[in-house]
Each structure stands twice: as structure tokens, then as C-alpha cells.
Nanobody, 117 residues
Framework: HVQLVESGGGSVQAGGSLNLSCVFSGNTNCMGWFRQAPGKQRMEVASVDQTVRPYYSTFVKGRFTIARDNAKNAVYLLMDGLNLDDSAMYYC???????????????WGQGTQVTVS
């Protein structure tokens, strides 16, 4: 069984930066980040596993970086150049399998709020 706990969300001015963290327990392969704004569908932001290159959605590529540290059982989302459209609840996600397109999620974190103003 896998458990995920996100942290690092908060309020930031447009153009600013935030770093999100997700600490996980249990056996994971693909790790990813999703986000969901009110009234909108949850969308994949980025994902990475242990065998393939990271995936980034087109709307964050060049601004966000996903990083994984297995020694610390953590995955991070480093966000730069935030804009108003980035405001959302950000969720850490895990799959027991390699990353697929789209990512198949077996476990979700509780979410951490990011508000850009």
C-alpha cells in the first residue's frame, strides 16, 4: 500500500516561484503531479519514473521541473514563472507501473493548494 503526503503550497505573486514536495511510502514506480482548478477537470502536470524521461504538459514545460529523490522517498515539483492560470489544487500521484500516456494513477495524495495573485 502506498501513501502520499504533499506540502509546499501557498500563496505567491504572479511571476514568483514555489516548490512542492511529496513524501511517499510503499513501493512506487511512476510518480506524478496533477492539478485541478474549481470547475475544471484534473490534469496531469508532470510525471517521471525510473526508466524514461520526465513528461511535462505543454502548459508548464520550461517553467516547472519534476525531480525525484528515492533516498528521501520524495518527489518534487519546482515551479517558476507562476501565472494566474497555475492556481489550483496540486495532487501528488503514484502508479505501481511505469509511466504511461496518460498516467494511470493508483494512489492520490490529499492535495496542496497553490494560489497565484
Amino acid at each position: 500500500h502506498v501513501q502520499l503526503v504533499e506540502s509546499g503550497g501557498g500563496s505567491v505573486q504572479a511571476g514568483g516561484s514555489l516548490n512542492l514536495s511529496c513524501v511517499f511510502s510503499g513501493n512506487t514506480n511512476c510518480m506524478g503531479w496533477f492539478r485541478q482548478a474549481p470547475g475544471k477537470q484534473r490534469m496531469e502536470v508532470a510525471s517521471v519514473d525510473q526508466t524514461v524521461r520526465p513528461y511535462y504538459s505543454t502548459f508548464v514545460k520550461g517553467r516547472f521541473t519534476i525531480a525525484r529523490d528515492n533516498a528521501k522517498n520524495a518527489v518534487y515539483l519546482l515551479m517558476d514563472g507562476l501565472n494566474l492560470d497555475d492556481s489550483a489544487m496540486y495532487y501528488c500521484a503514484a502508479s505501481r507501473n511505469w509511466c504511461s500516456r496518460p498516467m494511470r494513477v493508483d494512489y492520490w495524495g490529499q492535495g496542496t493548494q497553490v494560489t497565484v495573485s
